[in-house]
């Protein structure tokens, strides 16, 4: 029997340990993620382990609501410790699931813990990263965790005055404009506060978004971000695109649809005029517990997969941007693995067009596992971009080394197997866990 998380964890083969020690020190570019970088810019320290792991963390809420705690001591008023000792409590219910690896990964790498999680164990474990995390700050732990680069992810109206250089790490916005496809009236009056615009046409809008992206690159931005539930609509025109933004506030939701995808079109060609890269996640369905929303508002945990995209959607708007000129860098995410071959296939019909990492729910062992088979079948495993965190907690890096050790084990069988060199592995290795990425964005 193998020890609890010991140095070998999903490492089945020579092959694989071998890989994942080519890696497993390397920084971390972590391209999408939801941290907030004011909290990085006044060297946050997190009161204790429960407001580190349960002040937003969505993956361990829906856990603990699928274990039947009460919303008291997941987003109600029950204090840290108490939240911490519910998730504890029902910690160990969580085998084989993502946030079991994650969190056992998070106490051994950030705070050197390596016991199980559980009721008998919890005390020792919060006095014993309560004392390391009273010497941390929000830096010292990207520092921590080596990384290199963060790509955070904000609204267009956001003033950016907190992104910079932070010890080792580079903090850079990402233009995230989902708000403003089509702007509601409150949106639509803090894009006009930023840009000092009025919008009062579709052209006018057009005008005040150029002029927030313009800002978004004189800061550094790179990335462009649009979640979706379903893929855009081929590009209804200006004149519809018009007379729908005029009734933006009474749209019908397929409307509102071909106004965004006319929307999402036009900026586009904005990215690809400035060299940006874009980042597509489609096939959620959001909120879909009304009665919670209005309870823990949104991004709280009760998103799910979308049970129906077509595909040939993003055909169709993939192939308009190219017609035009106008494809600019694209990485695609889909939240139902089930089109995941289909996209994959995309990628090798248009050029610059990757495939992300498996995202959201597919972010298990398997769901890494199936997508870097597809990447490998379909599209080409060399040239992908490895991984992120698309997460709001400082503690999620840990996510790295759960996708190079499950990395190192899929590239290693074919090692072990005598279907691949060990030479070209550790390149690879090195390519998909760092220099890929850098190259493509431009970092």
Same mark, same amino acid.
């Given at each position: ?44 320290? *997190?009161?204790?382990?429960?407001? @580190? ?28 410790? $108490? ?23 998070? @106490?051994?790498?950030? *705070? ?62 990402? *233009? ?61 025109? $200006? ?163 759960? *996708? ?40």
């Amino acid at each position: 029997m193998k020890n609890f998380f010991g140095d070998d964890l999903l490492l089945s083969t020579p092959s694989a340990l071998a890989l994942y020690g080519t890696v497993k020190d390397l920084p971390i570019i972590d391209y999408h993620c939801h941290l907030n970088e004011n909290e990085i810019k006044a060297k946050h320290r *997190f009161s204790n382990l429960g407001e @580190l792991w349960l002040g937003g963390d969505h993956y361990k809420w829906r856990a603990m609501r699928l274990c039947g705690v009460d919303e008291k001591y997941i987003t109600g008023d029950a204090d840290y410790y $108490e939240k911490y000792k519910k998730f504890a409590e029902i910690f160990p219910k969580l085998c084989g699931g993502p946030l079991y690896y994650f969190t056992q990964l998070e @106490l051994k790498i950030l *705070f050197g813990i390596e016991l199980p999680l559980c009721s008998e164990n919890a005390d020792e474990i919060w006095e014993r990263a309560n004392r390391v995390l009273s010497e941390l700050d929000s830096n010292d732990i990207l520092k921590k965790f080596r990384v290199e680069y963060v790509a955070t992810t904000d609204d267009p109206a956001s003033p950016l005055s907190a992104h910079g250089k932070y010890g080792d790490t580079l903090v850079c916005p990402t *233009f995230r404009p989902d708000r403003m496809l089509p702007p509601d009236d409150a949106a639509l009056s803090e894009l006009e506060a930023a840009s000092g615009m009025t919008v009062d046409s579709l052209a006018a809008l057009k005008s005040a978004l150029t002029n927030r992206l313009d800002f978004f690159i004189s800061r550094s931005c790179k990335i462009a971000d649009h979640g979706m539930d379903f893929p855009p609509l081929a590009d209804c025109g $200006e004149c519809r695109a018009e007379a729908l933004f005029k009734k933006r506030n009474e749209l019908s939701p397929n409307e509102r649809r071909e106004l965004f995808s006319h929307l999402l079109y036009f900026l586009c060609e904005l990215y690809k005029k400035n060299g940006m890269t874009v980042q597509i996640h489609f096939a959620t369905f959001r909120c879909v517990n009304s009665a919670m929303l209005p309870v823990t508002g949104k991004d709280s945990g009760f998103d799910i997969i979308r049970g129906s995209i077509d595909p040939d959607e993003l055909v169709t708007f993939l192939d308009t941007l190219s017609s035009r000129g106008a494809l600019p860098k694209t990485v695609l995410y889909s939240l139902d693995p089930s089109v995941m071959p289909a996209v994959a296939t995309m990628s090798g019909a248009f050029p610059n067009v990757r495939i992300g990492a498996a995202w959201w729910f597919n972010d298990t062992l398997m769901g890494i596992r199936r997508q870097l088979e597809v990447i490998s079948e379909y599209a080409v495993l060399g040239t992908n971009l490895g991984m992120l965190t698309d997460s709001r907690s400082f503690a999620s890096y840990a996510r790295f080394d759960f *996708f190079r050790r499950i990395l190192a084990d899929f590239v290693g069988g074919y090692v072990e197997r005598g279907e691949y060199d060990m030479a070209s592995a550790e390149r690879l290795m090195l390519d998909i866990c760092y220099n890929n990425v850098k190259e493509f964005i431009g970092i």
